[in-house]
């Protein structure tokens, strides 16, 4: 649901986030990713990332300081090796959420981004030494799993012979309001790209749709969650289509 707007900017909020908004919308003449944010530990934290970006030669677009977007904070900008625009901030503050209710079939929040690029192993790289990000996960050597948390992926990097978006996920409250979102999608005329199904590597069930611009979203659940740091070791999987989809119900 909309809890902003700035000009031609639409801000959209998720009613089981407390996130002040999940996704922002912007008009423009060309289809292209506006940027991806990411929240720090404090005001330390994104004054101590600017400061080592901006040594080690990485392009800042805009300096540490308050930003006038829902939810408000502190925090800066600067291009990754793809040439994206990334967003880090801290302090920013939460809006009202509640949980969603069993039979909801609304997304409870953003789950992961998946983003392509013609360097994967590189931005792979740079994602772990400067954001602290933790491999879970190879899908061959054509996509890496990434985590922040206990989930599984917050972030993947797929290979791709440009840089671009590949999808972005939400999670649903569980596998029935997941297949209830699915079919919700499927009544108004939206059929899935690929789905339903369920995934080796983070073992969440999937629906992808493509969106009036041809961007891939997806609702997912049931995400994996590593509960050992310590004991985790990387897997690399397989992309044939067992692997892909468990279920076998997903079609090509």
Known sequence: YQVGSDGDVVFLGAVGSPE???????????????????????????????????SDGVRIAAEPGTLALPGGGYGFRFFDPDGRLVEVSAGVAAKPFREVEPGESVPRKLS????????????????????????????????????????????????????????????????????RGTGRMVQHGHAPLWGPGR??????????????????????????????????VPRVWPASPEYADRWGTAGP
């Open 112 to 179: 992961h981004v998946v983003i392509n690029s013609p360097d994967a192993p590189g931005l792979v790289a740079f994602y772990e030494r400067y954001f602290g990000l933790r491999l879970s996960d190879w899908l061959e050597d054509r996509m890496a799993f990434l985590r922040c948390s206990a989930d599984h992926h917050s972030l993947a990097i797929a290979a791709g012979p440009v840089a671009g978006l590949n999808h972005v996920s939400f999670e649903m409250r569980d596998i029935d309001e997941y297949m």
């Open 20 to 54: 002040p908004y999940v996704v922002r919308v912007r008009r423009a003449s060309e289809r292209r990713t506006d940027l991806i944010a990411f929240g720090a530990r404090d005001r330390a934290a994104v004054d101590g990332l600017a400061a080592q970006l901006g």
């Open 199 to 232: 995934h080796s590597s983070g073992d969440n069930v999937y629906s992808y749709f493509a969106g009036p611009d041809n961007f891939v979203v997806e609702y997912t659940t049931a995400l994996e969650r590593i509960a050992d740091e310590d004991a985790w």
